[in-house]
C-alpha cells in the first residue's frame, strides 16, 4: 500500500517568513500528487497539483511544489507567507491507474502577523 | 453547480443510535469516497464507490455500511454509534481524467 509522511505536524512563522512543508511517499510506479489546504472550519480545496511534465508546479495564492522522483518527495513552498495562509496542509498520492487517494496526516500552519 | 454537499452540518449521537450521512454531488463524477479527519491522523478512507453499483472498503471500514443510491448520491451508514466514531466526516467525488478529489464541507458528528 502507499503511504504519505509529513514530516512537519505543526509551523509557527511570522508574516513575510518562506515556508517550505516536507512530504514523501511510498510507491514504485508513477503517481499523481497533491497538495491540498484546509482553512479552518473549511473543506479541503485544491492547493496545487502534478501528474506530469515539469516538476516544478505552480498553484494558487503564490505556492509551489517541486516533485524530486529521487527522493520520492513533493515538498510545498511559499517564499513569502500571509496570515491568511494559516490552515492545515494535506499532502496525496493517488497511482496512476488507481481510483484511491492517500493523505499524510497534514501540517497545522500558523502564521503569526 | 453547488459541487459536493453534505447534510447534516452537525450531528450530535448517543452510544448506540444509527444515522446515516448523506452526500450529493453534481459534477458527473464517476467515484466517490467517505473519510473521516481525526486530529493527528490526517484523512482516512472509510468506503469508497468507484462506480455507480459498486463499493469497497478503505482503510477503516469497521462500523460503517455505505450505499450508492445513484450516480449523484454515496451515503454513509453508522448502524450503532460508538465515541470513536466521533469525527468530521468528509465526502469527496473524482474526476476520471484529472483524477482530481473535490471535497463536500463535512459533517462533525458527536458522540456521546
Known amino acids: 500500500a502507499q503511504s504519505v509522511s509529513q514530516h512537519n505536524h505543526h509551523v509557527i512563522l511570522s508574516e513575510a517568513a518562506s515556508l517550505e512543508l516536507g512530504c514523501n511517499y511510498s510507491y514504485g510506479g508513477t503517481v499523481n500528487l497533491f497538495w491540498y489546504v484546509q482553512y479552518p472550519g473549511q473543506h479541503l480545496q485544491l492547493l496545487l497539483k502534478y501528474f506530469s511534465g515539469d516538476p516544478l508546479v505552480k498553484g494558487i495564492k503564490g505556492f509551489e511544489a517541486e516533485f524530486i522522483k529521487s527522493k520520492f518527495s513533493f515538498n510545498l513552498r511559499k517564499p513569502s507567507v500571509q496570515w491568511s495562509d494559516t490552515a492545515e496542509y494535506f499532502c496525496?498520492?493517488?497511482?496512476?491507474?488507481?481510483?484511491?487517494?492517500?493523505f499524510g496526516t497534514g501540517t497545522s500552519l500558523t502564521v503569526i502577523p | 453547480n453547488a459541487g459536493v454537499t453534505q447534510t447534516p452540518k452537525f450531528q450530535v449521537l448517543k452510544t448506540g443510535q444509527s444515522m446515516t450521512l448523506q452526500c450529493a454531488q453534481d459534477m458527473n463524477h464517476n467515484s466517490m469516497y467517505w473519510y473521516r479527519q481525526d486530529p493527528g491522523m490526517g484523512l482516512r478512507l472509510i468506503y469508497y464507490?468507484?462506480?455507480?453499483?459498486?463499493?469497497d472498503k478503505g482503510e477503516v471500514p469497521n462500523g460503517y455500511n455505505v450505499s450508492r443510491l445513484n450516480k449523484r448520491e454515496f451515503s454513509l451508514r453508522l448502524e450503532s454509534a460508538a465515541p470513536s466514531q466521533t469525527s468530521v466526516y468528509f465526502c469527496?467525488?473524482?474526476?476520471?481524467?484529472?483524477?482530481?478529489?473535490?471535497f463536500g464541507p463535512g459533517t462533525r458528528l458527536t458522540v456521546l
Open positions: 464507490s468507484a462506480s455507480e453499483g459498486t463499493t
Open positions: 469527496a467525488s473524482q474526476t476520471f481524467w484529472e483524477n482530481e478529489q473535490f
Open positions: 496525496a498520492v493517488n497511482s496512476y491507474t488507481g481510483n484511491q487517494f492517500y
